[in-house]
């Protein structure tokens, strides 16, 4: 347990929260480790759409998708999290998204605050009453501070009517460790 990273944590934090049969999204697709897990929470039933702006990040997720057997469940998309709406067509029980840059690519092309602003506000749109929100803020990188405090400014402000928001802390560790922060519709 000592070496969880943040995305291996957040899973076990969201494990038994999504529904069979479910839909989620995966708004930040990467090398697919979000994209596998919920596929494998929803089932055989169940559908996940999966967004990137790489084509490296894509092929990376189908390949780990189609090794675990799962690429039916998963709908990838070469596109930006902030046009999540122009492709889901109903609520969905989860929406992950994990800021920054692709491990292994290219640090320039990352996440930024205001697209990341935008994105956070749609899905909340695209949450259905029950449904979670997961955010995996990570603090390095040329606009990761910026990004890190919008995002964590923006979830402290919301409606505690109308969203439960949990943050998540690697406490101990140096160097402005990743936080999660979990959004629940209520």
Known sequence: MAGF??????????TGLIPQGGICIDATAGTGRDSLFLAQ???????????????????QTRERLEAAGCKERVELVLDSHT?????????????????GYLPGGDHAIATKPESSLLA????????KKGGVMS?????????GMEEYDRLT????ELSGKEYLVI???FYNRKNHPPVIVLVFKL
């Open 5 to 14: 990273q943040v995305t291996e944590w957040n899973h076990r934090l969201l």
């Open 41 to 59: 929470q929803v089932g055989e039933t169940g559908h996940v759409i999966s967004f990137d702006i790489q084509q490296t990040a894509i092929e």
């Open 83 to 99: 046009h999540m709406a122009q492709y889901v067509t109903e609520l969905v029980d989860a929406i992950l998204f994990n800021f």
């Open 120 to 127: 956070v506000e749609q899905g909340l749109t695209l949450l």
């Open 135 to 143: 955010l995996c803020v990570y603090s390095g990188g040329d606009t």
């Open 153 to 156: 400014k923006w979830a402290a």
């Open 167 to 169: 943050r998540n802390d």
